[in-house]
T-cell receptor, first 115, second 114 residues
């Protein structure tokens, strides 16, 4: 079974600074996808960024980028120029063809942004 | 383009009762997945529906059941409610073709079982 581990229960960052959230995963599949979702207090799960395992290039979306290390099974999220609106719970998630693309989530990292 | 919607937003039930939660998928999506998120935890996969049939199930008992309708909307039914069923229930829709694309989530239904 696939597992996703987020080792940082809480992180904080100053507004306009950069923060990196860590995620590791375990799988025997070769065809899979990795995601970062954001869940603010409003509770709606919002997609932040997606990475296909077959792509060597790290995904980027504006201020959000990932460091995907396939051999190490590591998938960290970097948030640049942090904004107050980035404060939320961040979940790392795995999805693979062998498991019908169900999402397996980590336990989450609560990000606080200090003004 | 309409996003994923869920109803109701909140629900209070007593132990032993039955509940039905509803989800309307995003336009163009044909797959619906349901997740249970206990307080302070990441979401756990309950099951997925594709072409009106169950297409994968997580570690949940049979009293958790579902339906998908021809318009791709879906229901989650839970019988004989237990206190531990109190959670946020999330629905996610996606398009499945050669592979399944990204899942987009609805706002969730908060269920409290007393």
């Amino acid at each position: 079974a696939q597992t996703v581990t987020q080792s940082q229960p809480e992180m904080s960052v100053q507004e306009a600074e950069t923060v990196t959230l860590s995620c590791t995963y375990d799988t025997s599949e070769s065809d899979y996808y990795l995601f970062w979702y954001k869940q603010p207090p409003s509770r709606q799960m919002i997609l932040v960024i997606r990475q296909e395992a077959y792509k060597q290039q790290n995904a980027t979306e504006n201020r959000f980028s990932v460091n995907f290390q396939k051999a190490a099974k590591s998938f960290s999220l970097k948030i640049s120029d942090s904004q107050l609106g980035d404060a939320a719970m961040y979940f790392c998630a795995y999805s693979g063809r062998g498991s019908n693309y169900k999402l397996t989530f980590g336990k989450g990292t609560l990000l606080t942004v200090n003004p | 383009e309409t996003g994923v919607t869920q109803s109701p937003t909140h629900l209070i039930k007593t132990r032993g009762q039955q509940v039905t939660l509803r989800c309307s998928s995003q336009s163009g999506h044909n797959t619906v997945s349901w997740y249970q998120q206990a307080l302070g935890q990441g979401p756990q996969f309950i099951f997925q529906y594709y072409r009106e049939e169950e297409n994968g199930r997580g570690n949940f008992p049979p009293r958790f059941s579902g339906l998908q309708f021809p318009n791709y909307s879906s229901e989650l039914n839970v019988n004989a409610l237990e206190l531990d069923d109190s959670a946020l229930y999330l629905c996610a829709s996606s398009f499945s073709g050669e592979y399944q694309e990204t899942q987009y989530f609805g706002p969730g239904t908060r269920l409290l079982v007393l």
